[in-house]
């Protein structure tokens, strides 16, 4: 099954819209690390209104842990510096989309050692350096769901 995790996620109705998103998607949510926040914080709570007990929630201590809970996952990696585009990209029922932090992303060493696997949304205008990231899982997660016919 497609997962999502976020990797130390920083801005709390940020982590809110994903998770109300995988409420709505069926689509388990992994936080990784130290968020920055506490997830019974209003702000999250009221971004995912009262669909949190739909959210199929894990948290891991790190990525290691995330990567030994989902043995038989294939982790794609999200990124504004990786030049191939999600759209080309073709997605398996196994992936987990890996997100990093709002205003860093994730760390260099896990995309170099991953760059095969590092996908990124095309962004237009070359004065914007990057989506929301709850926009970013939306349009991933979506286009992995309709590739795997989900729907």
């Not at 702000?43 to 929630?57: F, K, M, N, Q, T």
């Not at 891991?60 to 080309?88: N, S």
């Not at 932090?101 to 990057?130: A, F, M, Q, Y």
């Amino acid at each position: 099954m497609i997962s999502v995790a976020l990797v130390e996620p920083e801005i709390p109705p940020n982590t809110g819209n994903i998770a109300r998103l995988c409420a709505a998607t069926c689509v388990p949510l992994h936080i990784v690390g130290v968020t920055g926040f506490r997830l019974d914080e209003r702000a999250v709570r009221r971004a995912g209104l009262d669909y949190w007990p739909e959210v199929s929630l894990h948290r891991h201590l790190d990525l290691t842990a995330l990567d030994a809970a989902l043995p038989d996952a294939r982790f794609i990696y999200l990124t504004t510096k990786a030049p191939r585009a999600y759209t080309d990209w073709q997605f398996t029922m196994n992936d987990c989309l890996v997100f990093g932090r709002e205003t860093r992303g994730l760390p260099e060493d896990v995309l170099r050692d991953n760059w095969e696997r590092c996908l990124t949304i095309p962004i237009l205008n070359p004065k914007v350096r990057s989506l929301n990231l709850a926009t970013a899982v939306g349009i991933v997660l979506y286009e992995a769901l309709r590739q795997t016919r989900a729907f």
